[in-house]
């Protein structure tokens, strides 16, 4: 072989153990530069009333957003958030939030005048002016989460038409005859007090002050005294509650230094009376209940001695702004209470509150709420009330019309519906020996809010209703009436007079004709 030949093959030799090394020097430049695997995660995605299980190697959940086409409207709120690193196993919400105007309508009730006219023949009525419904709307401004309503704030309120009140002309009604009645009848006409004793034909005025409000107005149980609340001008206050001695020929009314009472009453047996108060707020109805309970009793000199406060006040639930209503047990010391979705006892020993029955809150959609009317059995053993039932043709049942009468036993072992579909004003009462149980039936039962009533009676057990219309075409108009303390009459009030009705046929007779009379009270 010659110099160049072995020269050539040495280079050849050579460069290829040179290109070896080069390829074995990148091979470990790229195994050392090559990028570490990532494991995907596995994240859900409930976003628009879906879920969506996605498998990604992405980072961030804005990344997931924006990969899925998920636009973000500037309410809508991400759990987590969207700088939140992804994991394996998590769940990314997306909820849709909304805020939306709405502006709901209610109707207001007309009001009633009637007007005596001596020129139309006794006995008939003419319509001077029909009455027309006004309109109230309400703008609400409502938060949605994912279509689903969590919050509704009232923005403005305002009444677009005016109720126009229905006018009847009616004819020069007879003298009122004598009639003899049982016990002492008070009644308030024109905000001041009167009573009636023996016969309508020596009944007299108790106060000459103009401003009683209507809410209390309450004889004790000898009827010695009546027990009344008179508005005051004072911002600071909305009433204040008053006494007046019936018995002296010329009373003068008494404060008892209590303020912004939404309900009193006497104890049956002795000289206590227990109430219930209010703060004053600007918003309407311009007070708001405290659901609080006092109890004192009332000295020789007029004065309210030994004030215990039997509970303090406290919020009572979504409708308790509107306060409790109470009414002592015949027979111990135990007081029904009723609140818009509960009736229930409180013993005054313990301070203890035991509900009997709960039931869905009627919502009026205004500044006020509805309360359930109750009553005790002579015994003390049960209680009647009126009940806000749901109805099967609405969804929601705080806006079902539907208001039913119930007893209730004391101790909760028995409820039981009497009648259905009485209207919330029922207003039930037992007859004083307990035998029947009387209530108003509205003539419109699902507008009860603004519909006159018939009086019914039906037996304790439930059985044998029977009901009476009022004299006329117009039926009572207010859910006052009150037994006779020997239950042989009922009084009630029509077009701002008395009359008495008889429970065992219906028939009816004038009391007192003084045409402004709203509230009665008998013992």
């Given at each position: 072989m010659n110099l160049s030949a072995f020269l050539q093959s040495k280079y050849s030799r050579l460069s290829g153990a040179v290109a070896l090394a080069l390829l074995a020097v990148?091979?470990?430049?790229?195994?050392?530069?090559?990028?570490?695997?990532?494991?995907?995660?596995?994240?859900?995605?409930?976003?628009?009333?879906?879920?969506?299980?996605?498998?990604?190697?992405?980072?961030?959940?804005?990344?997931l957003l924006t990969a899925e086409g998920v636009t973000l409207g500037d309410l809508d709120r991400v759990s987590p958030p969207e700088t939140a690193a992804l994991r394996d196993g998590m769940v990314v919400t997306v909820v849709r939030v909304v805020r939306v105007t709405e502006t709901v309508s209610e109707t207001l009730p007309f009001g009633r005048q009637v007007l005596r006219d001596a020129a139309i023949p006794e006995g008939e009525t003419r319509l001077l002016q029909s009455g027309q419904t006004g309109i109230l709307e309400r703008a609400y401004r409502i938060a949605l989460e994912d279509g689903v309503e969590v919050e509704r704030t009232l923005m403005q309120e305002a009444v677009t038409l005016k109720p126009q009140d229905e006018i009847r002309l009616v004819g020069t009604r007879p003298n009122v005859e004598t009639v003899i009645i049982t016990g002492t009848l008070a009644y308030m006409n024109h905000q001041d007090a009167w009573i009636v004793r023996g016969s309508n034909r020596t009944r007299r005025r108790l106060t000459a002050l103009g401003d009683l409000d209507g809410r209390v107005f309450a004889l004790s149980p000898d009827a010695t005294k009546l027990l009344f609340t008179r508005g005051v001008t004072d911002a600071d206050h909305i009433n204040a509650l008053w006494?007046?001695?019936i018995g002296e020929a010329d009373p003068d009314p008494i404060p008892l230094d209590v303020n912004d009472v939404l309900w009193a009453g006497w104890h049956p047996k002795d000289a206590r009376i227990a109430w219930t108060t209010a703060e004053v707020i600007e918003a309407a109805p311009g007070w708001r209940g405290q659901n609080d309970l006092w109890t004192a009793i009332l000295s020789m000199q007029n004065v309210l001695i030994s004030r215990r406060e039997v509970l303090k006040p406290e919020a009572g639930g979504g409708y308790g702004w509107w306060g409790t209503r109470y009414v002592w047990s015949p027979t111990s010391d135990v007081l029904a209470y009723s609140q818009p979705d509960t009736v229930g006892v409180i013993a005054l020993r313990d301070a203890k509150r035991t509900p009997l029955l709960t039931f869905p809150a009627y919502r009026t959609y205004s500044s006020w709420a509805w309360n359930p009317a109750i009553a005790w059995s002579p015994n003390g053993n049960f209680i009647a009330a009126?009940?806000?039932?749901?109805?099967?043709?609405?969804?929601?049942?705080?806006?079902?019309?539907?208001f039913n009468v119930w007893q209730l036993a004391a101790t909760g072992a028995y409820s039981a519906a009497m009648a259905s579909e009485a209207g919330m004003w029922a207003t039930p009462s037992f007859a004083p020996d307990g035998s029947g149980l009387l209530f108003g039936r509205a003539l419109v039962p699902y507008r009860s809010d603004t519909s006159p009533h018939r009086l019914c009676l039906i037996d304790r057990d439930g059985s044998d209703q029977r009901c009476f219309d009022a004299p006329g075409e117009t039926g009572i108009e207010l859910p006052s009436w009150r037994w006779s303390p020997d239950g042989d009459v009922?009084?009630?009030?029509?077009?701002?007079?008395?009359?008495?009705?008889?429970?065992?046929?219906?028939?009816?007779?004038?009391?007192?004709?003084d045409g402004g009379i709203t509230l009665i009270d008998w013992q």
């Amino acid at each position: 072989m010659n110099l160049s030949a072995f020269l050539q093959s040495k280079y050849s030799r050579l460069s290829g153990a040179v290109a070896l090394a080069l390829l074995a020097v990148g091979a470990l430049l790229v195994a050392c530069t090559a990028p570490i695997p990532v494991e995907p995660n596995r994240v859900t995605l409930a976003v628009d009333g879906e879920q969506r299980l996605i498998v990604t190697e992405l980072a961030t959940v804005r990344d997931l957003l924006t990969a899925e086409g998920v636009t973000l409207g500037d309410l809508d709120r991400v759990s987590p958030p969207e700088t939140a690193a992804l994991r394996d196993g998590m769940v990314v919400t997306v909820v849709r939030v909304v805020r939306v105007t709405e502006t709901v309508s209610e109707t207001l009730p007309f009001g009633r005048q009637v007007l005596r006219d001596a020129a139309i023949p006794e006995g008939e009525t003419r319509l001077l002016q029909s009455g027309q419904t006004g309109i109230l709307e309400r703008a609400y401004r409502i938060a949605l989460e994912d279509g689903v309503e969590v919050e509704r704030t009232l923005m403005q309120e305002a009444v677009t038409l005016k109720p126009q009140d229905e006018i009847r002309l009616v004819g020069t009604r007879p003298n009122v005859e004598t009639v003899i009645i049982t016990g002492t009848l008070a009644y308030m006409n024109h905000q001041d007090a009167w009573i009636v004793r023996g016969s309508n034909r020596t009944r007299r005025r108790l106060t000459a002050l103009g401003d009683l409000d209507g809410r209390v107005f309450a004889l004790s149980p000898d009827a010695t005294k009546l027990l009344f609340t008179r508005g005051v001008t004072d911002a600071d206050h909305i009433n204040a509650l008053w006494l007046v001695r019936i018995g002296e020929a010329d009373p003068d009314p008494i404060p008892l230094d209590v303020n912004d009472v939404l309900w009193a009453g006497w104890h049956p047996k002795d000289a206590r009376i227990a109430w219930t108060t209010a703060e004053v707020i600007e918003a309407a109805p311009g007070w708001r209940g405290q659901n609080d309970l006092w109890t004192a009793i009332l000295s020789m000199q007029n004065v309210l001695i030994s004030r215990r406060e039997v509970l303090k006040p406290e919020a009572g639930g979504g409708y308790g702004w509107w306060g409790t209503r109470y009414v002592w047990s015949p027979t111990s010391d135990v007081l029904a209470y009723s609140q818009p979705d509960t009736v229930g006892v409180i013993a005054l020993r313990d301070a203890k509150r035991t509900p009997l029955l709960t039931f869905p809150a009627y919502r009026t959609y205004s500044s006020w709420a509805w309360n359930p009317a109750i009553a005790w059995s002579p015994n003390g053993n049960f209680i009647a009330a009126v009940i806000h039932a749901p109805s099967p043709n609405i969804a929601d049942p705080e806006e079902s019309p539907v208001f039913n009468v119930w007893q209730l036993a004391a101790t909760g072992a028995y409820s039981a519906a009497m009648a259905s579909e009485a209207g919330m004003w029922a207003t039930p009462s037992f007859a004083p020996d307990g035998s029947g149980l009387l209530f108003g039936r509205a003539l419109v039962p699902y507008r009860s809010d603004t519909s006159p009533h018939r009086l019914c009676l039906i037996d304790r057990d439930g059985s044998d209703q029977r009901c009476f219309d009022a004299p006329g075409e117009t039926g009572i108009e207010l859910p006052s009436w009150r037994w006779s303390p020997d239950g042989d009459v009922i009084a009630f009030i029509l077009l701002g007079d008395i009359y008495l009705m008889s429970p065992t046929d219906g028939s009816t007779i004038p009391l007192v004709d003084d045409g402004g009379i709203t509230l009665i009270d008998w013992q």
